[in-house]
């Protein structure tokens, strides 16, 4: 059982991370570095650095973490279950516990497939690694929007019969004659109980289940129940949101977009966050 879990690993979840250790509370912390500041060719108003480049500021961001007691992990956190005065995490084929959580996972716009959510758990899955059992030796679809949605690909081939591709990501592939690529847009899920059917601009797929491989989820699919706005966590002044206990900072809370209020809502949710463990009695 952790003191606190902290679900993004970019600068709101690092200063999350630094504020609950100074504070003496255990620490996890899931994710990989944050793409949006390490493709910032130039950044010129953060304090106390004139001008640095977003590589060099992630790379002092992780010395940082790397100096304190600490846990990571870069396995996807697929949900967050509101327990009785704790937090089950599930990261692919783990399960974590927390007394408290910050999501700081950033802000994302694209906009999910159709039915996605109304068959998730029913047909559409997040976790190849979790659910390619279910699905062995039968057909399933796999729509990939990152790298990491190769090497599921490659991993389901192994179990599964047949595998569709559908790559809205631009890398190289290298997979077996059980998989076939359709460079498609997927528009929608069809199904009666559970999904049957990928519609595509173009064409269509049936399978037996489906898996969307992304970098993030919708929010209310991560936390059932969590309030938001959009493609952002309603918080309050001290950055709880409507679950006690848990608690949002960064891009993910809205506008504006910067590292330096990013970094300070991190600090804020971390000590308030503090706080709450320390009056659970």
Do not use: W
């Not at 060099?56 to 509101?82: A, C, F, P």
């Not at 007394?99 to 497939?113: A, M, N, P």
């Not at 159709?114 to 057909?139: H, I, M, Q, R």
């Amino acid at each position: 059982m952790y003191d606190v879990a902290i679900i993004g690993k970019g600068p709101a979840g690092i200063s999350a991370a630094i504020n609950a250790k100074a504070r003496n509370k255990s620490v996890i912390i899931f994710g990989r570095d944050s793409k949006k500041v390490m493709l910032s060719p130039s950044i010129h108003n953060y304090p106390g650095f004139i001008e640095i480049k977003g590589p060099e500021l992630i790379e002092k961001l992780n010395n940082h973490l790397q100096t304190l007691d600490v846990h990571t992990s870069s396995k996807m956190v697929n949900m967050i279950y509101t327990m009785d005065g704790y937090f089950s995490i599930q990261a692919e084929t783990d399960m974590i516990e927390a007394k408290t959580v910050i999501l700081s996972v950033g802000v994302d716009f694209k906009k999910s497939i159709e039915n996605e959510d109304k068959f998730l758990g029913s047909g559409v899955s997040y976790c190849a690694t979790c659910d390619a059992p279910l699905y062995k030796g039968k057909v399933v679809g796999v729509v990939g929007y990152n790298k990491e949605s190769i090497e599921e690909t490659k991993f389901l081939s192994e179990v599964c019969k047949k595998v569709y591709f559908v790559p809205a990501v631009n890398e190289d592939f290298d997979f077996s004659n059980n998989v076939e690529i359709i460079k498609d847009v997927p528009l929608k899920f069809e199904g009666d109980f559970t999904a049957k059917k990928l519609l595509l601009k173009n064409s269509e797929v049936e399978a037996d289940g489906f898996f969307v491989i992304k970098d993030s989820y919708p929010l209310g699919t991560l936390v059932p129940g969590l309030e938001v706005d959009g493609a952002h966590v309603k918080v309050n002044k001290n950055m709880e949101t409507n679950i006690k206990g848990l608690y949002a900072a960064g891009d993910i809370t809205g506008k504006p977009y910067q590292i330096a209020k990013a970094v300070g809502e991190g600090q804020l949710a971390a000590l308030y966050a503090a706080d709450y463990i320390d009056n659970l009695g």
